[in-house]
C-alpha cells in the first residue's frame, strides 16, 4: 500500500466489499482481547458495542446496521431528533466503536468453525 494520502483515500474509496469487511474492524474489550488472543475484528450486526469517540462518547448499544459501501455503522438509541419530531440515526465510523459482546450465532465468524 502506498504511503501517500491521496492513493490511501483512493484505495478505499474503490476497495470491493471482501476487503470493506476487513477496513472495517473495531477494537474488542480487554476480556474479548484475553478470550480470542486479538486486538480486533471485522464489525458486524448484532454487536454489542461502546461507543468511544464523538458526542456519544460512553454510549452502549447493539450494531442496528453496518453498511460497507460508506464505512458506517448504525447503533440503536444513537439518534437526534429534527425540530418536525422525527428521528434520524446518526452512522458512526467503526473506528470509533469497541466491541464489548460478539454476536456469535455464526460458527464460521472465526474462521475454523469452532468456539
Partial sequence: ??????????????AP?????????????PELKKKYKKKSIP??????VLIMRGSFKGSKGKVE????KSY??????????????TKVRIPINASNLMITSLNVNDAKRFGSGKQ
Avoid: A, C, T, W
Avoid at 17 to 29: E, P, T
Avoid at 65 to 68: A, P, W
Avoid at 72 to 85: A, D, L, M, R, S
Fill in 1 to 14: 500500500m502506498s504511503k501517500k494520502p491521496g492513493k490511501q483515500r483512493m484505495f478505499k474509496k474503490k
Fill in 17 to 29: 466489499m471482501h476487503l470493506r469487511r476487513k477496513l472495517m474492524s473495531s477494537h474488542l474489550s
Fill in 43 to 48: 464489525i458486524r450486526k448484532g454487536d454489542e
Fill in 65 to 68: 446496521e453496518v453498511k460497507r
Fill in 72 to 85: 458506517k455503522v448504525f447503533v440503536e438509541n444513537i439518534v437526534y431528533e429534527k425540530k418536525n419530531g
